[in-house]
């Protein structure tokens, strides 16, 4: 089978994550305990105890869902061979870990350290970002552009699912129009503020200064970055990408798409069921997409 495996974002962190890879595997016991002594604190302890508020700022959550789906696939051990790899908004840093591009431990300390960034960009304006159900994208589009204000879309989910995200005001106005043009449902989602928007400027900045320090490898097989979701294997590329998704909307359609067309005939989610497979399933109902056991 020509496997592709996918990582998760933001916004499936729950009190228990983890805990069966911790008490299942000794592979997965070993990377949990690594992480808690590069981070210096028990990350573990939230993850798996919580509190449930604790889960929910940025840091702590970022660098939960990067420990939970990365050390759901490496468990693996010697029998972790992905054809292709793709993440999510955050995921996309895993899955650079994942295809050996960056260090464990770098991934972990980027995600840690970009994560204090984004908190303080959102901070800085007032923002958020809700998923938009059954209307077109076109015209989503066209409403965003209307209101006069900063809000735009974020993450092209699947078909019928498109994120926007923007300054509060800007995410309400589109909200009554997007009501009236007869969305199905609109949720507000479980993050900080307006990622994947111009918002975030200063994460990109951030960002431009950062990743020339890191040690990135060649990687063993390619990604699909957020911004294209067409592969590639070039480093320059790699790192222009993971910064431009930050203020560039997600192309995860597209990204799946490419993924079929390019030889996948299966998929791993490394997240939770729900979250990653659902929209695989919208994208084409003929995918073949397991679970790798977080």
Same mark, same amino acid.
């Given at each position: 089978?020509?496997?592709?495996?996918?990582?998760?974002?933001?916004?499936?962190?729950?009190?228990?994550?983890?805990?069966?890879?911790?008490?299942? #595997?000794?592979?997965?016991?070993? %990377?949990?305990?690594?992480?808690?002594?590069?981070? @210096? %604190?028990?990350?573990?302890?939230?993850? #798996? %105890?919580?509190?449930?508020?604790?889960?929910?700022?940025?840091?702590?959550?970022?660098?939960?869902?990067?420990?939970?789906?990365?050390? @759901?696939?490496?468990?693996?051990?010697?029998? #972790?061979?992905?054809?292709?790899?793709?993440?999510?908004?955050?995921? &996309?840093?895993?899955?650079?870990?994942?295809?050996?591009?960056?260090?464990? &431990?770098?991934?972990?300390?980027?995600?840690?350290?970009?994560?204090?960034?984004?908190?303080?960009?959102?901070?800085?304006?007032?923002?958020?970002?809700?998923?938009?159900?059954?209307?077109?994208?076109?015209?989503?589009?066209?409403?965003?552009?209307?209101? @006069?204000?900063?809000?735009?879309?974020?993450?092209?989910?699947?078909?019928?699912?498109?994120?926007?995200?923007?300054?509060?005001?800007?995410?309400?106005?589109?909200?009554?129009?997007?009501?009236?043009?007869?969305?199905?449902?609109?949720?507000?989602?479980?993050?900080?503020?307006?990622?994947?928007?111009?918002?975030?400027?200063?994460?990109?900045?951030?960002?431009?200064?950062?990743?020339?320090?890191?040690?990135?490898?060649?990687?063993?097989?390619?990604?699909?970055?957020?911004?294209?979701?067409?592969?590639?294997?070039?480093?320059?590329?790699?790192?222009? %990408?993971?910064?431009?998704?930050?203020?560039?909307?997600?192309?995860?359609?597209?990204?799946?798409?490419?993924?079929?067309?390019? @030889?996948?005939?299966? #998929?791993?989610?490394?997240?939770?069921?729900?979250?990653?497979?659902?929209?695989?399933?919208?994208?084409?109902?003929?995918?073949?997409?397991?679970?790798?056991?977080?």
């Amino acid at each position: 089978m020509t496997k592709a495996y996918l990582f998760p974002g933001q916004g499936f962190q729950h009190v228990g994550m983890g805990k069966n890879l911790y008490d299942q #595997f000794s592979l997965a016991r070993d %990377y949990f305990e690594h992480a808690n002594e590069l981070l @210096g %604190y028990r990350i573990t302890d939230y993850m #798996f %105890y919580g509190p449930e508020e604790k889960l929910l700022e940025t840091q702590i959550a970022q660098n939960a869902i990067y420990l939970s789906s990365l050390i @759901g696939a490496l468990k693996e051990g010697k029998d #972790f061979q992905p054809f292709m790899v793709a993440g999510h908004s955050l995921g &996309e840093t895993t899955a650079l870990v994942a295809n050996g591009c960056l260090s464990f &431990e770098d991934g972990l300390l980027l995600m840690d350290e970009r994560s204090l960034e984004m908190e303080k960009a959102f901070k800085a304006v007032t923002s958020c970002m809700v998923a938009v159900l059954g209307v077109e994208d076109a015209v989503v589009e066209r409403i965003c552009e209307e209101t @006069g204000e900063l809000v735009s879309p974020a993450n092209y989910n699947c078909p019928g699912q498109l994120v926007i995200a923007g300054t509060k005001l800007g995410v309400e106005l589109a909200c009554k129009e997007l009501t009236k043009a007869g969305a199905r449902r609109i949720i507000k989602l479980q993050v900080g503020g307006a990622v994947h928007s111009p918002l975030m400027q200063p994460v990109v900045n951030y960002l431009k200064n950062k990743l020339p320090t890191l040690k990135f490898r060649e990687p063993n097989c390619p990604i699909y970055p957020n911004v294209t979701g067409v592969a590639t294997i070039d480093l320059n590329e790699i790192k222009q %990408y993971l910064t431009l998704q930050q203020i560039k909307s997600l192309q995860w359609t597209t990204t799946i798409r490419n993924m079929l067309l390019d @030889g996948a005939n299966e #998929f791993v989610d490394c997240g939770p069921p729900h979250v990653i497979s659902g929209m695989v399933r919208r994208i084409s109902k003929e995918i073949l997409i397991n679970s790798a056991g977080v």
